[in-house]
């Protein structure tokens, strides 16, 4: 191994390796960030830096609030509920995902529980 070391971590989607219809070119460019992500662990490996990825699937957060708003333009509480309700029934697990899944994923590839880890692309998306 080289002096160097290190993580890098890129942020991908599910949608880089699932159709997601509408979001053709969203979809195009986290199957470019899953595919960079893999060339650059291979490329950096020799100087101790691993590379991987979080592909995160549906996670609730204020970035959604305009797919359950009323025509006001503010929240609708019922339409969130059953936004919420549809998310967690496309998982086995019967969940939706929260930010703080996506923060714990990066926890343990930036830590050294990951040391062997490296070209990966670790999807938290509750099985979906």
Do not use: H
């Not at 960079?36 to 691993?50: D, F, H, K, N, P």
């Not at 939706?96 to 062997?116: E, H, N, P, Q």
Request: hydrophobic share 40%.
């Amino acid at each position: 191994r080289g002096n160097g070391g290190g993580t890098i971590i890129n942020i991908s989607s599910t949608a880089g390796d699932s159709p997601v219809s509408g979001l053709s070119v969203y979809g195009m460019t986290k199957a470019a960030v899953n595919q960079l992500t893999r060339v650059c662990a291979l490329e950096l490996g020799r100087s101790g830096i691993r590379v991987n990825a979080i592909a995160p699937g549906w996670i609730d957060t204020p970035i959604n609030e305009a797919s359950y708003s009323a025509e006001t333009g503010e929240p609708d509480p019922a339409m969130r509920d059953r936004m919420l309700a549809d998310m967690a029934a496309l998982s086995p697990l019967g969940l939706t995902g929260l930010a703080c899944d996506i923060a714990m994923g990066v926890l343990y590839l930036a830590s050294d529980a990951s040391r062997f880890v490296t070209g990966q692309v670790l999807r938290i998306s509750g099985g979906v």
